[in-house]
């Protein structure tokens, strides 16, 4: 099915399942420990072997040499394979740099041995002995000292725009801002690291592995080992969060192979934490120059945003000016990205990437410049919200609702109680509070899956889609019953498996509305034959309470499906309404902060999200997206950031000792508002993304309350006391 037109009313819009808070239909088998992760997968008829990967010691260079006598000789090793063993082999389509094979060190911690032993001790053990010479090379790893050097990158999507006189029109405006912000590199730091078992049977291979896509994983796999895809069997039902970084192959799937083809049994290979930062992707830093030029009424005439970000060679930039080319208003616009050539780990994508920085520095920018005009915060963003894409006028948006988050999370946030800067003192606490937009574009991607229709009347769902955590199994579900007219309990969902049709995958606020429609299109084809078979016009039959209904006539589904039960199977592709309209989700962020006034810590004390995403599929899985965005934004707020020693280029802080994510005492109480609306540009269930909109905006809304607390502007990330404590007022 080709979703080429906007959606008319269909069986999705009954909403008696759809739009429901249902609870995860896997929350029990989550909250029991009965979930099998990619690790725990176990038959007590395989004799596990365990996998221990060796990362490289130098970021950039050859490999001389790796002895591996002694790691041999040691007690329990089964084998040991080496990155010069296999030798170079074809790079799959996802990844920038090598996973695994050939004697080029491309970054620190990449791998370059697997060390495969009866239990993990033995193998990590032996892992210690294995010895590697290098020929090492100078690298850059310093993304300042890099800038002078970024060039255009080469194969990104417009990487720079420009719409009337921007120069001139900014040279001319009466009140301007020119100012430069800073995110570092991040980490994923997902709960459950990349782990993977391996499994031969003859030239076949299984894959038990966490993974968010699993036909890019399964295609770049048998492109690494030589092999026929339809050899490769990769299973992912449950994932322990991913954030971007199980988008692609990584080296324990990888690993996992190769010893266990080498060791003649299934091997289990699980990346150490320090390798889970090193060896995998991340967030790259960005430096963003923004200009903003207005009237003095507080029109925008003028807005550039330049941003710089690095990568290994062949990478692409962080796309960190997406949201300013459609976000607000202003005749002359001009936007740019530039990619420094850094030898660090491999740069990709984490969660709402280019949106998620982006908003980083322009929120900020977008106060500042309030503060400028002598404006409220939240008008000037109301002042200059855009029906149209800015750069494109003719290009209306599907569905832009801004200025109704914004007005409505002021009146539910008290906002109009929120005075100037540094004057709100409570017991040696500076209080304050922030807004920030919520923006983040649309993304859809072709889905598909099966449908089976059983004597008893049972439904159930197979689609390669994934659950990273966001509750797929449960709005699949509840989309099946809709369309089905039956109640969930008589849906069964199966994901993450090679086998069955393939999905969008999990990523890019897209997994959602994507895979629930290509349910939708399977349900439309198992309709048709429910229909057919019972001798319905298919335009004019009514599922609902389990049974079929046209006319006077009203069959069980269960009578329909016969012995030998029917199927459904269809993908959901799409056509070019994208291209007409403007796709984009909004919202709006506002927080209250608590700034010690000798230390200069911060404490979150309020947070509220307002929400346009169309058609909420699912509102208490939704708020449980909104709310993990919400505490990954204090994070990248207040505390993470990958540190990088500019000498050897490594991430030094590659553990969660060091890499510091917020705890449950760190987030206050979270408030979620869903505007009430639908898209029906979007997809056939009128829905879009929510999981990535809920970060966007919201470190920089936290920014800008320590501001309004402590009359600090800090435009360099994270913010931390030591960037506070020298401006902070007298104590007395």
């Known amino acids: 099915m080709q979703f080429d037109k906007p959606a008319t009313t269909n069986p999705i819009d009954r909403l008696n399942v759809v739009g429901r808070p249902v609870p995860r239909v896997d929350g029990e088998l989550k909250t029991t420990g009965n979930a099998r992760y990619a690790y725990e997968w176990h038959d007590p008829q395989m004799d596990y072997a365990y996998g221990h990967p060796v990362g490289a010691a130098i970021a950039k260079g050859r490999i001389r040499s790796i002895d591996t006598e002694a790691a041999k000789k040691a007690p329990g090793v089964l084998a040991v394979v080496t990155t010069l063993d296999v030798g170079e082999r074809e790079k799959g389509k996802y990844n920038t740099a090598t996973v695994f094979g050939g004697d080029k060190i491309q970054h620190y911690h990449q ?9 993990f001790e033995e193998a990590r053990a032996a892992g210690a002995l294995v010895k590697v010479e290098y020929a090492p090379e100078d690298g850059a790893y310093d993304l300042e000292e890099a800038m002078d050097g970024a060039v255009k990158p080469n194969g990104s999507d417009k990487p720079d725009t420009a719409v009337g006189d921007f120069e001139r029109a900014f040279a001319d405006a009466p009140v301007t801002l020119d100012a430069v912000y800073r995110t570092p590199d991040q980490s994923h730091a997902m709960m459950e690291p990349h782990a993977s078992i391996a499994a031969w049977k003859d030239d076949d291979l299984t894959i ?15 492109t690494t080992l030589g092999i026929d895809k339809e050899r490769v069997h990769l299973m992912s039902p449950f994932i322990g969060g991913g954030f971007g970084g199980k988008l692609f192959l990584r080296a324990d799937a990888v690993l996992a192979a190769f010893a266990a083809k080498a060791a003649g049994r299934p091997v289990k290979v699980a990346l150490p934490r320090p390798l889970v930062a ?7 830093a960005t430096v963003q120059r923004i200009r903003i030029g207005a009237e003095r009424d507080g029109r925008i005439t003028a807005i ?21 080319r459609l976000l607000y208003a202003g005749a002359n616009r001009k936007t740019a990205m530039r990619l420094a050539t850094l030898d660090l780990p491999e740069g990709n994508s984490m969660r709402a990437p280019g949106e998620a920085p982006g908003m980083m520095a322009l929120e900020i920018a977008i106060d500042e410049m309030a503060e400028k005009l002598q404006m409220d915060p939240v008008e000037f963003r109301i002042l200059n919200d855009t029906q149209v894409d800015p750069e494109k006028p003719e290009r209306p948006f599907s569905h832009r609702n801004l200025i109704g988050c914004l007005r409505l999370g002021a009146e539910r946030f008290g906002w109009q109680k929120r005075g100037a800067p540094a004057t709100r003192r409570e017991d040696g606490v500076l209080v304050g509070v922030g807004v920030a937009a919520a923006f983040r574009n649309n993304l859809l991607m072709p889905s598909g899956a099966r449908v089976r229709l059983d004597g008893d009347g049972m439904i159930t769902v197979e689609t390669d889609m994934t659950d990273i955590g966001t509750g797929s199994y449960t709005i699949i579900a509840q989309t099946a019953a809709e369309m089905m007219g039956v109640d969930i309990d008589r849906v069964t969902v199966r994901l993450g498996d090679s086998r069955f ?7 890019g606020q897209f997994g959602g509305n994507s895979s629930t429609s290509g349910v939708y299109a399977a349900c439309v084809k198992l309709r048709a034959a429910v229909a057919a078979r019972l001798g319905f016009n298919t335009q004019d039959v009514v599922f609902d309470g389990g049974r079929v209904r046209s006319g006077d006539r009203a069959v069980p589904l269960s009578q329909a499906a016969g012995a030998d039960g029917l199927i459904g199977e269809d993908t959901m592709t799409w056509g070019d309404l994208d291209k007409t309209h403007q796709q984009s989700t909004f919202g709006a962020h506002f927080v209250e902060v608590g700034v010690d006034i000798v230390t200069g810590e911060t404490r979150i004390r309020r947070m509220l999200a307002v929400c346009a995403a169309g058609r909420i599929l699912n509102p208490l899985t939704a708020r449980s997206q909104v709310i993990g965005a919400m505490t990954m934004g204090a994070g990248a707020a207040l505390s993470e950031e990958l540190v990088v020693d500019t000498r050897r280029g490594f991430f030094v802080n590659h553990d969660l000792a060091g890499y510091e994510v917020p705890v449950h005492a760190d987030i206050p109480h979270q408030d979620v508002i869903f505007m009430d609306e639908t898209d029906p540009f979007s997809s056939p269930m009128k829905a879009k993304g929510v999981g990535e909109l809920g970060l966007c905006g919201v470190a920089a809304a936290i920014a800008n309350a320590i501001y309004n607390a402590t009359g600090v502007r800090v435009r360099d990330y994270p913010i931390t006391l030591d960037k506070l404590i020298g401006g902070l007022p007298e104590v007395a």
């Open 501 to 507: 049709p393939v999905s969008s995958g999990s990523g």
């Open 304 to 324: 550039g945003h330049q941003s710089w970000s690095g990568d290994l060679p062949s990478g692409q930039p962080e796309l960190a000016v997406n949201q300013t």
């Open 111 to 119: 791998a370059v041995a697997v060390v495969v032993a009866r239990s």
């Open 278 to 284: 090193n060896n995998t992707t991340h967030r790259p």
């Open 208 to 222: 038990w592995t966490s993974s968010q896509m699993i036909d890019w994983w399964r295609s770049d796999l048998a």
